[in-house]
């Protein structure tokens, strides 16, 4: 008959295979932890992986496919559960599905350094691909390819912003890229409907626009309406759109990459060396730049140690 030492009692083997976690502790590994702090307490949610985005994109709605645990712990490493007091001093009058939801919306995502890369290129694959897709080559009305865009956001050392959507870096980019590639945004094709009535005040309204607005039809008048079609620059949409509700008319997308030259959905071969080999001059460049930087980084540390080596020589 064996006997274990527990705190300040003695018990038999048996009854020590009785005693469990305590119920306030709760381990979990392999987890994103989202943080949030309130009144100097920090409040964290244990999700799964790559449902954290999901949920705050609203393309996962069901909070039971995103929580690991359905609680709301003061240290989720620990597995410390925050108590009711602790949430109500916090979160006044909230319940704990709207504290949770607040965290998974506003707080902090802790992810490892591992999945943080995988994360950062994940998306940085989507604004390329964006890019690619918004974009056209001006020298031969086709789109520059994924790999393409890719290279030319590390030659201008783009750094991705997790906390951002793709689509708003992508326009940033966009801009960036407009310096090293023949590229800029495709135009539009829309046509508007719009009563007759209203035909010399809306030509006026897009002559002050014509830079960026190209006229491709103009139907004649059909039932006191008259049909006309453009391609705009896609930042001229809302516009356009506010001045069909001016005009009481309507405004129909037929074609939202109009200007895209059909069957050229990709660059031919011999534009794609072309500026592959100036993204690899650039990359040379930069790497060229870097090793600058590197070397006076290694003389700076060189000298302190030869003052080093004197003042060793004269206490010998």
């Known amino acids: 008959y064996q006997r274990r030492v527990h705190g300040d009692y003695f018990l038999p083997i048996d009854q020590m295979k009785g005693i469990k976690q305590p119920v306030g502790f709760v381990k979990l590994t392999n987890v994103a932890v989202v943080r949030l702090k309130k009144k100097g307490v920090r409040y964290e949610v244990a999700c799964y992986k790559n449902k954290v985005n999901d949920w705050r994109e609203k393309i996962e709605t069901d909070m039971s496919e995103v929580l690991q645990v359905d609680n709301v712990f ?11 007091q602790e949430l109500e001093n916090a979160f006044p009058g909230m319940k704990r599905n709207d504290i949770i939801n607040l965290i998974l919306t506003t707080g902090e995502l802790q992810v490892a350094e591992l999945e943080r890369g995988t994360s950062s290129e994940s998306i940085a694959k989507d604004i390329a691909n964006i890019v690619s897709e918004k974009t056209l080559n001006t020298t031969n009305f086709s789109r520059f390819s994924v790999s393409i865009v890719m290279k030319a ?3 201008v050392h783009y750094v991705v912003k997790p906390g951002e959507s793709a689509k708003k870096q992508a326009l940033a980019v966009i801009k960036m890229l407009q310096g090293i590639l023949p590229l800029r ?10 009563p007759a009535k209203n035909k010399e005040a ?3 309204k897009l002559l002050a626009v014509k830079d960026n607005v190209e006229l491709l039809s103009e139907s004649p ?3 006191g309406k008259i049909k006309i079609v453009l391609l705009i620059e896609p930042n001229l949409y809302r ?16 074609d939202q990459y109009g200007e895209l030259a059909k069957g050229k959905e990709s660059e031919d071969e011999g534009s794609s060396l072309q500026y ?4 690899e001059n650039l990359e040379k460049m930069s790497m060229g730049s870097d090793k600058g930087k590197d070397e006076k980084e290694e003389k700076k540390q060189k000298k302190p ?7 060793k020589t004269i206490v010998c």
Not at 75 to 84: D, R, W
Not at 185 to 194: G, P, T, Y
Not at 241 to 253: C, N
């Open 239 to 254: 516009e356009m759109l506010d001045l069909m509700k001016d005009a009481e008319g309507t405004l129909d997308i037929e």
């Open 185 to 194: 945004r495709i135009k539009m094709r829309i046509a508007l409907n719009f």
């Open 276 to 279: 592959m080999k100036l993204l």
């Open 221 to 223: 008048e059909i039932e």
């Open 74 to 84: 003061t240290n989720v490493s620990k597995g410390l559960i925050a108590n009711k």
């Open 305 to 311: 140690a030869k003052k080093e080596e004197k003042t």
């Open 153 to 155: 956001m590390d030659a």
């Open 202 to 204: 809306i030509k006026t």
